[in-house]
């Protein structure tokens, strides 16, 4: 197998993985991109809303009240150090970007405008129209390109980390365009490979999203953290699972149930649309389960979200992205009509567990984005602090990686391991693969998370879904491969990338039935309060040696702000 040496390699080249190679490279070090597709498709530019940040503190925003919202916001779950270090470092991300050409939507007076977000209780979310996302990585992609030691591997697939006595050497990969795997030497290593979206059917995520990295890490060593909380947006676009972001209900949408009805008025009577997205979510839900809803496809029931009273002009010029999904996915024309949408997995609170410099626990390993969990977010992140989280770890890890990697020899990569991996892909899986069809098992995974693992939560759903996903495990054997060709095998890539969101399936349940409380974005209806006397605590996963989840937890760290009911 061919051996590629850099010195800083990054797995993902969505907003953190671009951030931090930037970062890295300005440092002098050699920095390698794997990304699994072109790194203007990675999920990242589909990002809409906005990025958090304190730009004013003059007309009344602060760091402590950024700090305060996403603690409160957290369900107390987040660890308050590394948030007001978080807050303190977003500002000179803002900046940094503007300088870099970012095009941010700006306010009369031409300074950089900002927009109400759900549990923000100051305007801070900077945006560029409704297609942030995709004005962000389109200035960070440009500024790599400045760089000559920054090379990015487009649709190379990472398939597991080279880790030996708990330090990181490297990765295999597989080019996808020959089909030849390649090992990385690398003296450090960033994970930046975005969520577990895809985990359900009705999500907001690309076909990308299928947990590779967190699943990588975890099995090369690296505990993970958190694992039960998984963000359900309000604002699915029924039946697509198309995110409508939170900027409709932000430039003032409201939600309504089939008696046309603001419901929120009921369950959050001050924030009302923009309280947090747990609380809106189990409105939403409640309204649905007690017939105040609308009946949807396949189960997919709704609500209404009613942006009529916003008039064209405002929708044409802040929504456009919205009314453009709308118009050509439904034939809809929100300045007229109601869109329905229900609630749908959009991200990931937990993830590679790290430090407060985004190291994990494998020496020599950093994790950022989405993909990581330092535990900014707790148990319910905040619409618009993603991306700023994605950015302010992407520097901190590109920094910190880059000064170890320039302290350290050049050694070579544990060859065996390599061999053996390269093995396990072409002998195990291509030509030798056993097990049912992985699209049903895909399906039916999809199912039982959709099913179990949604909004509401039950111990008894827990469990089932849980049997569910192990039988399924035995069923997809090794994974197989009908095509066995090698150039951009896609079967391959499919069969890869279910046997890591399989074993992230089973450590979302195992960690959802243990937690029996209901915090944030985890709501069990057999413990529906918060217990904070015996699970103010994160979840922390180990692998064993037998491949099986192993619990454990550790303390919330708490600076200032001691937990309190949570009102909006
Ligand atoms: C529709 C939508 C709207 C959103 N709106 C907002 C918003 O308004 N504000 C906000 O703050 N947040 C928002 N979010 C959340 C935010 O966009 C994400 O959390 C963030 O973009 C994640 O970035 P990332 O860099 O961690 O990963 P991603 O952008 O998901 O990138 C992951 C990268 O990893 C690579 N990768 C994965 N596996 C492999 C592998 N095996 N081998 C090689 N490469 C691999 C992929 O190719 C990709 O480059 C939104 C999310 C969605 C889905």
């Not at 003032?252 to 001050?270: D, T, V």
């Not at 017939?291 to 916003?310: A, I, K, Q, S």
């Not at 869109?339 to 190291?359: C, E, F, K, T």
């Not at 049997?467 to 150039?487: H, M, P, Y």
Request: glycine share 10%; proline share 4%; with cysteine.
């Amino acid at each position: 197998m061919e051996v590629l040496r850099t010195d800083v390699l990054i797995i993902g080249s969505g907003l953190a993985g671009l951030r931090a190679a930037i970062e890295a490279a300005s440092r002098g070090v050699e920095v390698s991109i794997l990304t699994k597709v072109h790194a203007m498709r990675s999920h990242s530019v589909a990002y809409a809303g906005g990025t958090a940040a304190v730009l004013y503190p003059e007309e009344g925003d602060s760091f402590d009240l950024h700090a305060f919202d996403t603690v409160k916001g957290s369900d107390y779950l987040a660890d308050q150090d590394v948030v007001e270090m978080f807050v303190r470092l977003a500002p000179q991300e803002i900046l940094r970007l503007e300088h870099w050409g970012m095009p941010w939507s700006r306010k009369k007076d031409g300074r950089i405008d900002q927009r109400p977000f759900g549990g923000h209780s100051f305007d801070r979310a900077c945006y560029a129209s409704d297609k942030t996302g995709f004005y962000a990585m389109q200035t960070l992609y440009n500024t790599t390109l400045k760089y000559d030691n920054i090379k990015i591997y487009h649709e190379w697939f990472a398939t597991s980390l080279l880790v030996e006595d708990n330090e990181f050497r490297g990765a295999t990969a597989i080019e996808m365009k020959s089909g030849e795997m390649y090992a990385f030497e690398a003296k450090a290593g960033i994970m930046a490979t975005g969520g577990i979206g895809r985990l359900y059917n009705f999500t907001t995520y690309g076909h990308s999203a299928t947990a590779d990295g967190i699943a990588m890490a975890y099995r090369a060593g690296a505990p993970i953290e958190d694992m039960e909380f998984i963000q359900f947006h309000p604002t699915g676009l029924v039946p697509s699972g198309i995110l409508i972001s939170e900027a409709a209900r932000g430039e003032g949408g409201y939600l309504r149930n089939n008696k046309g009805e603001r419901f929120m008025a009921k369950y959050a009577p001050q924030k009302m649309e923009l309280a947090p997205r747990d609380v809106v979510s189990r409105a939403m839900m409640r309204e649905i389960m007690e017939g105040r809803g609308f009946e949807g496809p396949n189960g997919l029931d709704y609500v209404h979200l009613d942006l009529t009273h916003l008039g064209d002009e405002k929708i044409s010029e802040k929504l456009t992205e919205i009314k453009m999904l709308c118009m050509n996915l439904l034939g809809i024309n929100p300045a007229e009509e109601m869109v329905p949408v229900r609630p749908v997995a959009h991200y990931l609170m937990g993830g590679i567990q790290v430090d407060m410099n985004g190291a994990t626990k494998i020496k020599g390993l950093w994790a950022a984005g989405e993909c990581n969990c330092s535990s900014v977010h707790g148990a319910n992140r905040l619409g618009t602090n993603s991306s700023i989280d994605c950015l302010v770890f992407g520097y901190i890890t590109g920094k910190n990686a880059a000064e170890y990697a320039a302290g350290r020899p050049e050694r070579d990569i544990p060859k065996e391991k390599a061999e053996m991996e390269e093995k396990r892909v072409f002998d195990g899986i291509l030509r030798g693969g056993t097990g049912e069809d992985p699209y049903l098992i895909r399906r039916e995974m999809q199912n039982t998370m959709g099913k179990y693992a949604y909004v509401f939560r039950h111990g008894d759903g827990l469990k089932e879904g849980l049997n569910r996903i192990r039988e399924l495990r035995k069923l997809f054997g090794t994974g197989r491969v009908a095509d066995k060709s090698k150039e951009y095998n896609q079967n391959l890539i499919h069969v890869l990338e279910l046997d890591f969101m399989l074993e992230m399936a089973e450590v979302v349940l195992t960690a959802a039935l243990a937690r029996t409380e209901s915090r944030g974005a985890h709501y069990r209806l057999d413990y529906p309060n918060r217990d904070d006397v015996n699970w103010l605590k994160h979840t922390i996963i180990y692998r064993t040696k037998e491949g099986l989840p192993m619990l454990d937890y550790i303390p919330v760290r708490i600076t200032k702000w001691k937990p309190a009911e949570r009102k909006y």
